[in-house]
Each structure stands twice: as structure tokens, then as C-alpha cells.
């Protein structure tokens, strides 16, 4: 057990230290709301906290732990008394759940999402809900209405969105790990631009359950957190089959540690075999010179230690955009129909009848990106517009998923950017949604394919903000691709760095 803090232990060393009594949940969940309550006002990453209902989650787990002795490490998803953020779109039984909109400003979920629940299970601990775009939409976290985040390592710039919030929580040791969604990048895209790893799994895997609906075609939940070993242990506590959803995949039980545990060899090339593509389409104008030396050089480690490199072509990645801006607004369309200010969330103080009262309620409640997508969704999906746009984007969405399926006939996981650039400043893109939709190039089309992409820290731009690297696996191959960015991550420390001044003289 490293002589540090516990903000810097990674999940596995956290059990540990739970379990040999050598910190107890109460004290770690105090310690962590005694940072919230230094930085959350700069930094705005939680919409939510309670500390009355995390500590009686943190007792309840000092008691289990007292009573469970034996179990000593090795843990594979071992996050008893662990304080984890929740991202706000997940339903958490007597907790606000907002999901970053005045819609639901007020609203108290009557039940656990299966993501939390599965955290409650494991006797994980909720220590608050975290900002996000509105509904998810957005890429930059400024949609939300509670206000945009703060990314960690410089106040003026974004943290990525839409799970900006669980992001920035993670960098800021602010919790112990967090979950996000990702529709179109949300979960890869924060991660990149606030230094931390995060993984999409495939479609499927994780439950929908609870979670509140932007585009169901698209979206899954995930795990975010400062490596890819915590990862793994995140991950298996939040995959498995729920009847509940009804696109939820029923497979065998998966240890997504079970590549990271096995190769404990000292080879000083535990990649050799490893075969990793790199799509031409995504080293093609549009990408900042930083990140493009960021990533190449992370292509010559993973070369070190032991892959190869093919270079490959995804063609049609470049009509994701347009093909995603079709079909996750339709999706979001319909979804949204359910906040009509009668069965819960906001309604208009005046209104002359039902019709006037749907219409102020959502006037009102939703934002200005949110009525864009309805309308857009709308329009795409109305008589006339539908074979234009909606047919024609689902016949895309299949090519996209064809040339995935053609590349990993070549190798075994994509590698590229995660995002264009580093973090850009707060405002800069607000009037341009064309703009801001074009930061999403290079995560959309893995959601597209329902495949599973993640994000891991690859170093710093000029502007000494964060670069990730984007590692694109086949269906179902989360463990390796966890243990290909474990493998990265013990033979550098970007996945360590940490931001300035995050840490005062006192600890917090
Ligand atoms: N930026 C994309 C959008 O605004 C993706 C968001 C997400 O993944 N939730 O739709």
C-alpha cells in the first residue's frame, strides 16, 4: 500500500485499504464532501449531493465490511464503501435526478436504474449526481441548466460533454471513479479532454434501464475513471443481462479484468501479436497538429510493446455525422414526447387549456438544443421526410457498421484520436451548433456500430491540455481492450498526471 493519500489509490488499492480497515467508507465519503465543498463552486461537477443519504450508504457499508473479514484481494469487482458519481441521467432511488434540464429540476426518482442498483449491490457508496449536458445533448457540457463545468485543468475551457460533470469528477478527485453515457462520444470525448479514461461498451452490455432515453439506438452507459484497470472493475459491476431492457444482450458472466490479471508476465512486449489499425479518414484534415503528434507517438509505445500497425480505411465514417444528426434527434423526438408537464416534471404555472398547457410546459422546460433536436427529429420523421432522411440515414448507418466489420478482418483494434482537439474555450462554440457537432467526427460512428470505443490520456497539447488516444475494439472485446490500454498505462503516466491546484495545503 503506497504512503499517499487516498485520492490517489486506484480502485483495487481502495478495497484494500477498506478491507484491512485501514480507512473506513464514512471517512473516505467525508473526505470527498469535504472536497466537493472546496471545489464545487469553481468547478460545478455536481448538480446533487446529499451527504445525509451517502454517509448512511458509507455506515451501511463499514458494517458489511466489518462483517466480511475474509474477503481479503484479490477482488474483481470488489467496490464495497467505495464513493462513486453518479452521472445525472441515471434514476436513483430518493435522489434528484435532473438529467442537466429545468424539466426535470424538481424530480425525485422513485426507483434505481439497474446501473445503480448493481453499485447499491456491490455496497458501493452514491455520492452525488453529476452535471451533464441537457438530456444528454451536447458536447461541450454548456447545454446543461444548472451551468456549464469547469474543466479541471484550466477553468476558461470545456470539459466535454455531455458526462463533462463524471469527467471532471474523476480528474478533480472529486469521487472515486464515475458513470457516464456516451450517444455519440459522451463518455470518450470528457474523458479525452479532462485526462481521464473511459470506456463505451458495446451496445447492450450495460443496461438502459432507469437510464433517461436521448437516442435508444445509441446510447449505453459506462464507467469512467483514472485507468484502465479501474475500468475493468467499474465495468463488472455494471455489465450483465436485465430483462428490463429489452435490447440488454444475455451472454456468459465476463471478468473484464481477466486480460490485465493474466498478463502479469514481465515480457517487456506483452502486445507482441497485437495487430492495430489506423483508419486513414481519421488523420485527415480537421485534426490539430498536437494531437496528431500526441497520438503517433502513443502509436510508437504500443509499437515498443510489441504490435504492428496496418493502416485501413473506414470510407463511409466521414457521412456519420450527418447520418447520427438524422437518427439520434428522431430517436430523441419520440423519447421526449413522455415530458408533457402532465406525469411528472415541469409545468407551466398559466396555461387556458391542455393544448396551451403541453405547450408552455415544454417551451419552458427544455433548452434551446433540446427544441433543436425535437424539431429536427420531428421533421425527419414526418410523412413526406422520412425516405429522405431517416430511411436513407439507416441505410448509412449500416455501411458505417460494413466497414468496421471489413477492418477488423485486418487487425484487432482501431486506434486514433478521440476528439480534434484539446479542450476549447467555454463560448467559443455556443452559437454554432454545426460547429459543435463536428466534435463528435471521430466517436459517432463506433455508435453507429454498437461497437465499444474508449478513451485513455496520451499526453498534452501546446495549450497543456489533455489529449486522448481512442482505442475502437470488435463487439465484445472489452477485456482486451482494457488490458491494450493497461498495457499502455504501465509504461506511461499520463493516466497519473493530475490537474493544477487541485490539492490544497490541507489535503482538500
Ligand atoms: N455530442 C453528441 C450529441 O450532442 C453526443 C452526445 C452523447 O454522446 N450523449 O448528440
Not at 444548472?146 to 463524471?166: I, L, Y
Not at 484487432?412 to 467526427?441: C, H, N, R, W
Not at 455508435?447 to 481512442?470: D, H
Request: charged share 20%.
Amino acid at each position: 500500500m503506497p504512503n499517499q493519500s487516498p485520492l490517489h489509490f486506484s480502485l483495487r488499492q481502495l478495497s484494500s485499504a477498506l478491507h484491512t480497515k485501514k480507512i473506513s467508507s464514512v471517512e473516505l465519503t467525508q473526505m470527498y464532501l469535504e472536497r466537493i465543498a472546496v471545489h464545487n463552486s469553481t468547478l460545478n461537477v455536481y448538480i446533487t449531493t446529499n451527504a445525509e443519504m451517502s454517509l448512511a450508504q458509507a455506515r451501511h457499508a463499514d458494517a458489511r465490511l466489518a462483517k466480511n473479514n475474509s474477503h481479503a484481494l484479490p477482488v474483481i469487482s470488489n467496490l464495497t464503501g467505495i464513493p462513486i458519481a453518479q452521472k445525472d441521467i441515471f434514476c436513483a432511488k430518493d435522489w434528484r435526478t435532473t438529467c442537466g434540464s429545468k424539466m426535470l429540476e424538481n424530480f425525485i426518482a422513485p426507483y434505481d436504474a439497474h446501473v445503480i442498483q448493481q453499485f447499491n449491490e456491490a455496497g458501493a457508496v452514491n455520492l452525488g449526481k453529476t452535471n451533464m449536458d441537457e438530456f444528454a445533448m451536447g458536447s461541450s457540457n454548456e447545454t446543461s441548466y444548472f451551468g456549464a463545468v469547469k474543466n479541471p485543468w484550466n477553468h476558461d475551457v470545456v470539459p466535454g460533454g455531455s458526462s463533462g460533470g463524471s469527467a471532471a469528477a474523476v480528474a478533480a478527485r472529486l469521487c472515486a471513479a464515475a458513470t457516464g453515457t456516451d450517444t455519440g462520444g459522451s463518455i470518450r470525448q470528457p474523458a479525452a479532454l479532462c485526462g481521464i479514461s473511459g470506456i463505451k461498451p458495446t451496445y447492450g452490455v450495460v443496461s438502459r434501464y432507469g437510464m433517461i432515453a436521448f437516442a435508444s439506438s445509441l446510447d449505453q452507459a459506462g464507467p469512467m475513471a483514472r485507468s484502465a484497470e479501474d475500468l475493468a472493475l467499474m465495468l463488472n459491476t455494471m455489465a450483465g443481462f436485465d430483462e428490463r431492457d429489452s435490447t440488454s444482450l444475455q451472454r456468459p458472466p465476463e471478468n473484464y479484468l481477466r486480460d490485465i490479471d493474466a498478463k502479469q508476465s514481465s515480457s517487456s512486449q506483452p502486445l507482441s501479436g497485437l495487430r492495430i489499425g489506423l483508419p486513414q479518414e481519421f488523420f485527415a484534415d480537421g485534426l490539430s497538429d498536437d494531437v496528431a503528434q500526441a497520438v503517433a507517438a502513443a502509436i510508437v509505445e504500443y509499437q515498443k510493446l510489441g504490435a504492428t500497425v496496418v493502416n485501413i480505411s473506414l470510407p463511409n465514417s466521414k457521412l456519420s455525422i450527418p447520418v447520427y444528426y438524422v437518427i439520434a434527434p428522431a430517436e430523441a423526438s419520440s423519447n421526449l414526447s413522455r415530458f408533457d408537464g402532465v406525469r411528472y416534471g415541469y409545468r407551466a404555472k398559466e396555461y387556458s387549456d391542455l393544448t396551451d398547457m403541453y405547450q408552455k410546459s415544454r417551451a419552458q422546460g427544455f433548452g434551446a438544443e433540446v427544441k433543436r433536436r425535437i424539431m429536427i427529429g420531428t421533421y425527419v420523421l414526418s410523412h413526406g421526410y422520412y425516405d429522405a432522411y431517416y430511411v436513407q440515414a439507416q441505410k448509412i448507418r449500416r455501411l458505417i457498421a460494413q466497414d468496421f466489420d471489413h477492418a477488423f478482418k485486418q487487425c484487432d483494434v482501431i486506434m486514433g484520436p478521440t476528439t480534434p482537439s484539446t479542450a476549447f474555450k467555454l463560448g467559443e462554440k455556443g452559437d454554432d451548433p454545426v460547429q459543435m457537432y463536428l466534435s463528435d467526427i471521430y466517436t459517432i460512428a463506433v455508435n453507429l456500430a454498437g461497437l465499444p470505443g474508449m478513451s485513455i490520456p496520451a499526453g498534452f497539447g501546446k495549450n497543456k491540455l489533455p489529449i486522448g488516444l481512442q482505442i475502437i475494439g470488435n463487439y465484445f472485446s472489452e477485456a482486451q481492450m482494457l488490458n491494450v490500454a493497461h498495457c499502455y498505462q504501465q509504461a506511461t503516466d499520463w493516466h497519473v498526471r493530475i490537474p493544477p491546484n487541485i490539492i490544497n495545503d490541507r489535503g482538500l
